[in-house]
């Protein structure tokens, strides 16, 4: 099967610090990894789409890399308005699969 | 706006069979592809399901093949989710949504829950 693994599941951090959140694909995906951001009780937020293209509106402190297997997440200066999950998927075809998820604290 | 409203879930027995609905507004329904996604209680996004504009293209996760159909009525601008043979692992929020050519899961509706307890 189809697997995304995310780490860390969790964090803690200081606001201001740079925080980055891993992906990798069990099969190469090329670019088509999405990230989203989920607040309790919402519904999740498209981020990130083609590995590193920012979604209309997100800010510019959000950012993402890599391609084939392994990509990365990364805040620039945590804010407290970034407490919240992070789901990496794959998107492009079936099964679109999602990460496991991880959870940013601030410390 | 663009949007998209679940309904349909609710409390069930196992064994028994449900129909979610997703009704689009606020954009060419018949120009995207739609999916569902669920979350159990605590849990992660799994991905359920998902069909092309012209219904030519279904795909279903493993866990609900075989129970779960996908549908959608582009007249009516509806999305549905037939769910049955129902069990306890399907309890979770029922997400609908769109998947934007080029883009990815852009945009989600509220979610319905669905509770399959006896």
């Known amino acids: 099967d189809f697997q995304m693994t995310q780490s860390p599941s969790s964090l803690s951090a200081s606001v201001g610090d740079r925080v980055t959140i891993t992906c990798r694909a069990s099969?190469?995906?090329?670019?088509?990894l999405a990230w989203y951001q989920q607040k309790p009780g919402k519904p999740p937020r498209l981020l990130i789409y083609?590995?590193?293209t920012l979604q209309s509106g997100v800010p510019s402190r959000f950012s993402g890399s890599g391609s084939g297997t392994d990509f990365t997440l990364t805040i620039s200066s945590l804010q407290p308005d970034d407490v919240a999950t992070y789901f990496c998927?794959?998107?492009?075809?079936?099964?679109?699969?999602f990460g496991q998820g991880t959870k940013v604290e601030i410390k | 706006e663009v949007q998209l409203v679940e309904s349909g879930g609710g409390l069930v027995k196992p064994g028994e069979s449900l129909r979610l609905s997703c009704a689009a507004s606020?954009?060419?329904?018949?120009?995207?592809?739609m999916n569902w996604v669920r979350q159990a209680p605590g849990k992660g996004l799994e991905w359920v399901s998902s069909?092309?504009?012209?219904?030519?293209?279904?795909f279903y996760a493993n866990s609900v093949r075989g129970r779960f159909t996908i549908s959608r009525d582009n007249t009516k601008n509806s999305l549905l989710l037939q769910m049955n043979s129902l069990t306890a692992e399907d309890t979770a929020v029922y997400y609908c949504?769109?998947?934007?050519?080029?883009?990815?899961?852009?945009?989600w509706g509220q979610g319905t829950v669905v509770t399959v307890s006896s």
């Open positions: 998927q794959k998107y492009n075809s079936a099964p679109r699969t």
């Open positions: 099969q190469d995906i090329s670019e088509y």
């Open positions: 606020g954009f060419t329904f018949s120009r995207y592809s």
């Open positions: 069909i092309t504009v012209s219904s030519d293209y279904i």
């Open positions: 083609v590995a590193s």
């Open positions: 949504v769109r998947i934007n050519p080029g883009s990815a899961f852009d945009i």
